[in-house]
């Protein structure tokens, strides 16, 4: 074929309206799987010259056509819409340069099989790249808090105080659920990394009984068993995109929070400068604006997951299942790589303003629970009773402007007066012992405590994750950057080994 053949019913174009819709969507992917769809077509070429399919001619004007598509930057590769795909504007190109020996790439391969190679050769870089993104926020919250250890902090839930804890243990919760994500991606990283080629279109090759070689040859661990799964499965995609939103939910609520905490009213924390954007009309405001586009990117992955998983509801083997999926996948992908070292750059910018949070555990009332439990333990009360008269004595403090750090055993005695229960057996240096958030922090030594001793075990725990996922994800790009600089060479050896 050397002039261009319309991608509509024979004799007919394609409609204006198909062209600007349709094959403008699936000609944009070109951006993601050009490289992808070189290796794809490099490899496929010497399979089948060592299975004597294609002639040594042929096969030499064939690949050093494609090694020049492979030297050719995409943003340069004449991509045309009104050829229908990428895969449709790459044969065109090559049979106007090499006349109908371009027709031996389709021996034994369908279309979407080349472009089912592609996707995967993309995906599982940019999973790596993902990780790595992943890994570096997981760093930067461990590093923190080990430096804030023993830094106190009023902990809350529903934005009220709850219990006396560290910033360290604070950050720590977000690393863990970070680390899990990583893990999970790590899974889809394997799902990505098993090859498709060799499938056909749903019942296999005649041209091909070794499917593994070509896996073998491009750096995939593994062939995709069944033929017809291995041309339309996305429940991996699925799965991806259900840990991107996780990720990024993970991220919005670190987000939400200092958001809230860096605001006059608690000045809690400061974020660095740099995160920052300044109000051109106000000029007090120091808005920190790198928050916002973690909670709405959050909100963007969610969504992403929802479209997929209601484009996925429809009988099997259907195109519109994928060509959606070349263009939302790596948008999602690219999205959360981006989010995720900007996180990390976030986190590593905070300032913590302790004595701020001093202070609101002086004014506050988080103290109260541990209080509760030394009633119990100390004057024979069952908790339910020393939480009544717990509560009824914070009432009073709150009812009459005092903090707790005001509280006296005569108040205690009071309450548990009104409420019938016996009475309070405690001197006044033993409460204010009782109080003191330091105290209570340093009693929580059992594993996930705030304690200083079971967040150094944290720390060293996921800093030990970190450095598995991190040697995975090394250990998987350096097979990538094998394999493909492999099939490079060998296409070039050949073309140029049978020119001279």
């Known amino acids: 074929m050397t002039d261009r053949e319309p991608p509509g019913r024979s004799g007919t174009g394609p409609a204006p309206e198909l062209v600007n819709s349709a094959f403008e969507l699936e000609t944009s992917y070109a951006r993601t799987l050009h490289d992808g769809l070189n290796l794809a077509d490099l490899a496929h070429v010497l399979d089948l010259r ?16 494609l090694i020049e598509f492979d030297r050719t930057p995409v943003a ?7 050829d229908g795909e990428p895969y449709n504007s790459r044969e065109r190109v090559l049979s106007s340069r090499i006349g109908d020996d371009a027709g031996w790439l389709h021996a034994g391969r369908p279309r979407r099989e080349a472009t089912r190679v592609a996707f995967r050769l993309y995906l599982r870089r940019a999973l790596a790249d993902l990780i790595d993104g992943v890994l570096s926020a997981v760093d930067s919250l461990v590093d923190q808090a080990a430096e804030s250890a023993q830094v106190l902090f009023p902990d809350q839930t529903y934005l009220q105080q709850a219990q006396p804890s560290t910033v360290g243990h604070y950050l720590l919760s977000f690393a863990y659920p970070l680390t899990r994500d990583a893990r999970r991606l790590a899974d889809v990283l394997a799902w990505t990394n098993r090859s498709p080629g060799g499938a056909g279109c749903v019942n296999g090759n005649s041209l091909r009984s070794d499917r593994e070689a070509f896996a073998r040859r491009l750096g995939f661990e593994a062939v995709i068993t069944h033929t017809r799964d291995a041309m339309w499965q996305t429940d991996g995609l699925v799965a991806l995109l259900a840990t991107l939103a996780s ?8 987000a939400e929070d200092l958001e809230i905490w860096s605001s006059n009213e608690f000045d809690f924390v400061r974020v660095g400068d740099g995160y ?30 929802g479209g997929f998983l209601a484009v996925q509801k429809a009988p099997s083997a259907r195109s519109d299942k994928l060509i959606f999926a070349y263009t939302e996948v790596p948008g999602a992908v690219d999205l ?9 750059g976030v986190v590593a910018s905070l300032e ?15 103290q109260a629970t541990d209080l509760a439990e030394h009633l119990m333990e100390q004057c024979t009360m069952d908790y339910r009773s020393a939480y009544r008269v717990v509560g009824a004595a914070v009432q009073d403090l709150a009812s009459s402007g005092r903090q707790v750090t005001e509280l006296t055993v005569a108040d205690l005695s009071s309450a548990a007066s009104r409420l019938g229960r016996g009475p309070v057996d405690l001197d006044e240096a033993s409460l204010r012992e009782i109080l003191d958030p330091a105290r209570i922090v340093a009693t929580r030594t059992a594993t996930g405590g705030t304690a200083v001793a079971p967040v150094a075990a944290m720390v060293d725990e996921v800093h030990g994750q970190v450095a598995e996922l991190r040697k995975l994800k090394e250990e998987a790009m350096s097979t990538f950057d094998s394999a493909e600089v492999a099939v490079r060479r060998a296409a070039l050896q050949l073309a140029e080994g049978v020119r001279a």
Request: proline fraction near 7%; glycine fraction near 8%; charged fraction near 25%.
């Open 50 to 65: 060592e299975r004597a399919v294609i002639p040594d001619g042929p096969c030499r004007r064939l690949l050093a056509a």
């Open 76 to 82: 340069e590769f004449p991509y045309d819409p009104a």
């Open 247 to 254: 990720l990024g939910t993970t991220e919005d609520s670190l």
């Open 276 to 305: 920052t954007r300044a109000s051109v009309l106000m000029p007090q405001k120091r808005n920190p604006y790198a928050l916002s586009i973690i909670r709405g990117s959050a909100g963007v992955l969610s969504g992403r997951l």
């Open 336 to 344: 959360a790589a981006r989010i995720a070292r900007l996180t990390a």
């Open 352 to 366: 913590f303003n302790m004595e701020a949070m001093r202070r609101a555990l002086d004014i506050g009332y988080s």
